[in-house]
C-alpha cells in the first residue's frame, strides 16, 4: 500500500490524539484567550457605566468604597434645623461655628497628589458637592477659603465671599455654605478624604477635625457604612458627618443655584 494512503480501517484503528492536562498550545488556547478577552471587555463597560450613573444621581445602594444602609439603621434621629438664608453661591449659608479654621496648601504645594495651582481655577472638570457636619447634635461650619491660599475676600456684597488668592487647590470652598468647589484640568475622582487634607483636618471613623468621638456619615439620605474618608465627592452629593450624639436627620437642599 503506498506510504501516503491508508484504508477506512486503518483510520479508525488509529487512537485520536490525547491533548495534554498540564498545559495546551497557543493554537488551542487561542480561542479560550478570546472567549476571556472578550467577558473582561463586557464587566468593564458595565463596571464604567456604572460608576457614570453614580456620578450623575448617587443613588446606588453601593459604591465603588462603600455600602450604603437605609436611615432606619440609626434608630431615633432628631429634626434637622431650618437650613439658613441663601448664600452667594446660591445654596443656603450653614449655620454654627466654624469647625476648624480655614487651611490650603502654599502654592505649588501637593497634597494627595492634588497641587495648590497658581494663575487660577481649573474648570474644565467642574462639580459640587456639599458638606454638613454635627458635633454632638450641633451644627458646625465647613470656612471659606479651604484650599485656596492666602484667600482673598470679594468686596461689596454683604457676606463673606473668596474670589481670589495666590493659588487654588482642585478641592476649596468660596463660601460658608458647606460647597465643595471639585476642579480639574480633567476628570479624575476625588473623596472626602482628599479634601480633609487639603483642609489639614483629620478624618476617621473617630474623628472629624478637632471634634473626636464615633463618627456617624450619611450619603445622599443614607447611612454610609464605610471608611468616612472614601465618601466620594460627586455632582450634587449631599454629604453629612456626625460626631457622637444625638444623631441629626439628613439635612437636604433642593436648589443649588446654578452651581
Known amino acids: 500500500m503506498p506510504s501516503g494512503k491508508r484504508s ?9 490524539p490525547v491533548r495534554s492536562t498540564g498545559g495546551s498550545s497557543f493554537g488551542g488556547s487561542r480561542r479560550t484567550w478570546l472567549i476571556v478577552g472578550a467577558v473582561v471587555l463586557v464587566l468593564v463597560g458595565l463596571g464604567v457605566g456604572l460608576d457614570l450613573a453614580l456620578g450623575s444621581s448617587g443613588s446606588s445602594n453601593s459604591t465603588s468604597s462603600g455600602t450604603l444602609a437605609p436611615l432606619s439603621t440609626l434608630g431615633h434621629l432628631v429634626s434637622p434645623p431650618a437650613l439658613g438664608p441663601s448664600g452667594p453661591e446660591g445654596p443656603p449659608l450653614e449655620s454654627g461655628p466654624n469647625l476648624a479654621p480655614t487651611g490650603a496648601p502654599q502654592p505649588g504645594q501637593s497634597v494627595d497628589g492634588i497641587t ?9 472638570f467642574h462639580h459640587h458637592s456639599r458638606l454638613t457636619i454635627f458635633v454632638n447634635g450641633q451644627p458646625k461650619s465647613v470656612p471659606y477659603g479651604v484650599g485656596i ?8 456684597i454683604g457676606v463673606p465671599f473668596v474670589d481670589s488668592g495666590p493659588c487654588f487647590s482642585r478641592l476649596h470652598t468660596h463660601a460658608a455654605d458647606g460647597i465643595i468647589h471639585i476642579e480639574s484640568p480633567k476628570a479624575r475622582a476625588f ?5 480633609f487634607d487639603v483642609w489639614g483636618q483629620p478624618l476617621s471613623a473617630t474623628q472629624v477635625g478637632p471634634a473626636k468621638g464615633k463618627v ?12 468616612p474618608r472614601d465618601i466620594p465627592l460627586r455632582e450634587h452629593s449631599q454629604i453629612q458627618l456626625e460626631v457622637g450624639k444625638p444623631l441629626v436627620g439628613p439635612v437636604r437642599i433642593s436648589g443649588w443655584g446654578g452651581l
Open 191 to 195: 473623596t472626602l478624604g482628599n479634601f
Open 116 to 124: 495648590c495651582e497658581v494663575g487660577g481655577e481649573q474648570v474644565a
Open 8 to 16: 477506512k480501517q486503518q483510520r479508525r484503528a488509529t487512537p485520536p
Open 216 to 227: 456617624t456619615a450619611l450619603y445622599n439620605g443614607q447611612v454610609w457604612t464605610g471608611n
Open 149 to 156: 491660599a492666602d484667600p482673598k475676600l470679594q468686596p461689596g
